[in-house]
């Protein structure tokens, strides 16, 4: 009897335990199904957030591509804007990248009251379209900086400025530093250092001007009147040329308004293949021949030497290598009825290339505030 009793107890304590074991498992399984679930949630979390992340800096770098991009050349992307004699804005124009888009928009803050230039603000407002998450927005961000309007020009010492000298054969032919557009005053007709100065054979007629020749000193001081940044535009910080030859071909002038800068980077000698306008830069020596003409700006960085009946209307600054340390010729104007003459009119077309807006410093933010 007692060992029917004992055996059922024993039974009932096995279901017992068998039960509690189903109990805790069961709470066990929930546990750990609620911290895989956990796990799961936030590793979803922390992609997204991740995810957003970078979304936001490729916007942020979409941004300043398009910002970049319009400052590279603003009057060209906006030339109803610039230069901005009138314009207040706002104007804007689109740029479009592989992986989003750039709306860049230029409004004038404050109008030029000399001597201060006018003040814009460029603000570019970019959209991350590529890579985008189901689940959120396109990201946004833009980007913004203060500017001023800044003109390019280049003040002229004379006609012809030769840091090593000048020889002109016979006297025919005219070297003036008379305006030619009769907008500004005479310059000098010549302007050298003292050695080797201005040379001529034969001939009663010299060169004219304010003064005539312009004795610029020393090659110290020769040297220090000159505000060309030839070693910058030598190394390619200075400026970006529209055409570099070798590489680029001579350009088509047939529009009036195309004044172009051209750099020429070659050995020796290059010869001007044709007629044009703008500022031509030579980094080595220059040759004109026949009946050449140029408008603008001439800049050698070692001689020039001038054959024919050519014309030079605009200035022109030759043997700028002495810059650089290098010992250069003397320039040559040979034989021909040529004509090199100021023009301050020609100047400033050539220069009006390197007008722009200048970013102002310590005015960039990268959270400005888009409605």
Not at 91 to 109: E, I, L, P, Y
Not at 244 to 257: H, K, L, R, V
Request: aromatic share 8%; glycine share 12%.
């Amino acid at each position: 009897m007692r060992s029917c009793q004992h055996t059922r107890s024993a039974r009932r304590s096995a279901h017992q335990r068998r039960g509690s074991t189903i109990v805790m498992s069961l709470i066990l399984i929930v546990v750990l199904s609620v911290a895989v679930a956990g796990t799961v949630s936030m590793v979803s979390s922390d992609r997204k957030a991740v995810g957003d992340l970078e979304a936001t800096t490729d916007a942020y770098d979409i941004a300043r591509s398009g910002y970049d991009k319009f400052m590279s050349d603003p009057a060209g992307y906006l030339p109803g804007f610039f230069p901005p004699a009138t314009s207040a804005g706002p104007d804007s124009v689109k740029f479009t990248f592989a992986n989003g888009s750039a709306w860049v928009m230029v409004q004038r803050v404050r109008p030029a009251v000399s001597p201060n230039l006018a003040t814009y603000l460029v603000r570019s407002r970019a959209t991350r379209s590529a890579y985008s998450n189901s689940n959120s927005p396109s990201a946004q961000r833009t980007f913004a900086q203060y500017a001023r309007w800044q003109t390019g020009s280049m003040t002229a010492n004379a006609a012809w400025t030769s840091l090593t000298g000048l020889q002109k054969n016979g006297g025919s032919g005219t070297i003036s530093g008379v305006d030619g557009c009769g907008q500004a005053s005479p310059v000098a007709g010549v302007a050298v250092p003292n050695t080797p100065g201005y040379t001529q054979n034969g001939g009663s007629s010299v060169p004219n001007g304010t003064p005539n020749i312009l004795n610029m000193g020393t090659q110290a001081q020769a040297n220090a009147m000159i505000t060309v940044d030839w070693a910058g535009i030598v190394a390619g910080t200075t400026m970006t040329p529209d055409i570099t030859i070798p590489g680029g071909a001579w350009p088509s002038f047939a529009s009036s308004s195309y004044w172009p800068v051209i750099y020429v980077n070659q050995a020796g000698t290059y010869s001007l293949p044709g007629d044009g306008r703008g500022t031509l830069i030579v980094r080595n020596n220059l040759t004109i021949s026949g009946s050449r003409t140029w408008h603008g700006i001439v800049l050698v960085g070692g001689t020039l030497t001038a054959n024919g009946n050519n014309t030079v209307a605009g200035t022109v600054l030759t043997g700028l290598n002495v810059l650089l340390g290098q010992t250069v010729a003397v320039s040559d104007v040979g034989n021909g009825t040529k004509t090199y003459q100021y023009n301050s009119c020609h100047i400033a077309d050539a220069a009006k290339r390197f007008s722009g807006l200048s970013p102002m410093r310590n005015t960039s933010v990268d959270n400005w505030p888009a409605y």
